[in-house]
């Protein structure tokens, strides 16, 4: 993945304190299913139509307390499946925020730009240097450290320790 990411936005402005039951459905979490699986089941109780709007827009804008709930990394891998390239909220659940980050899924906290950003705006994210614009408007947050971009540019941490080892992990 790239550390410079760009599309359209997903906004939900009724997102706040949506746990991880709702981003990846409980029925499932025992349930082996193929990424293009999981990717039909995110968020099905929270939008039905998720997955097709996911295919659309590469940023996702929710509110506060994003992800939530248990620990389950299967919330953030069905947001990465549909096609979702980065979450920008107010504020997340730690747990959330660390599966998303070994999963290679940009999530950024910036309370201004989520209260701001609107469906169908086009957003550029600079993780490195901590900026998203939107328009002629430029939202500031806490730039990545390099530990974390060159877990971001490895697809995330299985991916970087395979990349490490030679390919086997």
């Not at 990424?35 to 295919?55: L, R, V």
């Not at 939107?134 to 990545?144: I, K, L, N, V, W």
Request: with cysteine.
């Amino acid at each position: 993945m790239e550390t410079r990411i760009t599309g359209s936005a997903l906004k939900y402005d009724d997102a706040d304190d949506v746990n991880t039951d709702v981003i990846w459905p409980g029925k499932y979490t025992y349930v082996k299913l193929p990424p293009e699986s999981m990717a039909q089941h995110a968020m099905e109780t929270f939008d039905p139509d998720f997955p097709q709007k996911a295919a659309e827009h590469a940023v996702l804008v929710v509110g506060k307390n994003f992800g939530c709930g248990s620990s389950r990394e299967q919330a953030s891998q069905c947001l990465k499946y549909a096609g979702i390239r980065a979450v920008v909220a107010s504020s997340f659940a730690r747990i959330f925020y660390r599966n998303s980050m070994n999963l290679g899924l940009p999530v950024i906290e910036c309370p201004e730009a989520a209260a701001a950003l609107e469906t169908g705006q086009q957003v550029g994210i600079d993780l490195e240097a901590g900026e998203l614009t939107a328009g002629e408007a430029r939202y500031r947050f806490a730039p990545f450290p390099p530990f974390v971009l060159e877990l971001i540019r490895a697809g995330g941490l299985i991916a970087q320790i395979r990349a490490r080892r030679g390919g086997s992990a």
